[in-house]
């Protein structure tokens, strides 16, 4: 079992910045692909970012694109998600996720944290 716990929302302006954070429990966090995705209220849940276990390939939502950037670093089992020139759009309660099988693209992630608000005021 694997938990998730998310750090780092708030409520910012339109144009700021943000950074969120999961620290992942697990020995072997270095082999885990992870994600983040968000849901905005009346809206489906939906992928914003993804990173394999190796850290080399990434995966952004064409909305984020050169806005977000996902990262991790695996002395800290964390996983980041630095935004960028937030929009009011980008509102929402952003989930880390986890998957501990090692395969990419499409992920079925096996675990989620409880989530963090992101409120954007524009």
């Known amino acids: 079992q694997v938990q998730l716990a998310e750090s780092g929302g708030g409520l910012v302006q339109a144009g700021d910045s943000l950074t969120l954070s999961c620290v992942a429990s697990g020995s072997t966090f270095s082999r885990y692909v992870l994600g983040w995705f968000r849901q905005a209220p009346g809206k489906e849940r939906e992928s914003v970012a993804e990173i394999d276990w190796s850290g080399r390939s990434t995966y952004y939502r064409d909305s984020v694109k050169g806005r977000f950037t996902i990262s991790k670093d695996n002395t800290k089992n964390t996983v980041f998600l630095q935004m960028n020139r937030l929009e009011a759009e980008d509102t929402a309660v952003y989930y880390c996720?986890?998957?501990?099988?090692?395969?990419?693209?499409?992920?079925?992630?096996?675990?989620w944290g409880r989530g963090t608000q992101v409120t954007v005021a524009s």
């Open positions: 996720a986890g998957d501990t099988r090692g395969l990419w693209r499409p992920v079925t992630f096996q675990y």
